[in-house]
């Protein structure tokens, strides 16, 4: 089953990717997993280049051949690709076609507490893995340690205030490896979480 999706997230992991976004027709949450076990089902690297050549950038609109739903209780949002076909890319979109199609999503709590770890109960209580929130006063913060460094979120959202969301997006790590120790407001107001 071929479907066109809206690239909404592509963060590390497991030296890969974790690819997600929303189905171009009819909004709903697809998460892009392989069959690797090994990797916990990442994108491999080398399966991120586009039929023209280029690599998958958040907001591409790209047609993927999926084999089948393969829901989690933890990620029901997930659909195994076809490795042997190619991804196409049919065109880029913007936030505010997404908003059009999908809406932001309308919860009292992010993923169903206010701190930023779920509890085993919350974690299959939460409906799905994936969110679209438009929060307030969101800031990037950077922490050095002498064998890493970190990139975590902070926000506002329905009143509450979450703190150290890990950033696993590799762009803007890239944006931020060079900076001092701190807080950074983050120029938006809406995220995927």
């Not at 066109?4 to 189905?23: E, N």
Request: a negative charge; charged letters at 25%.
């Amino acid at each position: 089953m071929r479907k066109q999706i809206i690239i909404l997230t592509k963060s590390d992991k497991h030296s890969g990717y974790c690819v997600a976004g929303i189905d171009r027709d009819t909004g709903e949450w697809i998460r892009v997993v392989s069959n690797d076990v090994s990797t916990e089902y990442a994108v491999p690297y080398d399966d991120m280049f586009l039929d023209d050549g280029s690599f998958v950038e958040v907001y591409d609109i790209v047609e993927i051949d999926f084999l089948r739903p393969v829901p989690t209780d933890v990620q029901p949002e997930n659909y195994l690709y076809n490795k042997a076909i190619r991804w196409k890319k049919i065109g880029e979109s913007n936030l505010e076609e997404v908003i059009e199609i999908h809406g932001y999503d309308d919860t009292e709590y992010v993923f169903g507490n206010d701190d930023r770890r779920l509890t085993e109960d919350e974690i299959y209580d939460a409906g799905g893995s994936l969110l679209l929130l438009k929060v307030r006063m969101p800031s990037y913060f950077v922490n050095r340690f002498p064998e890493r460094t970190t990139f975590q979120l902070n926000f506002i959202y329905n009143g509450v205030q979450y703190s150290y969301f890990n950033v696993t997006d590799r762009e803007l790590k890239l944006q931020y490896i060079n900076r001092n120790v701190g807080s950074y407001p983050t120029g938006t107001n809406t995220f995927v979480f």
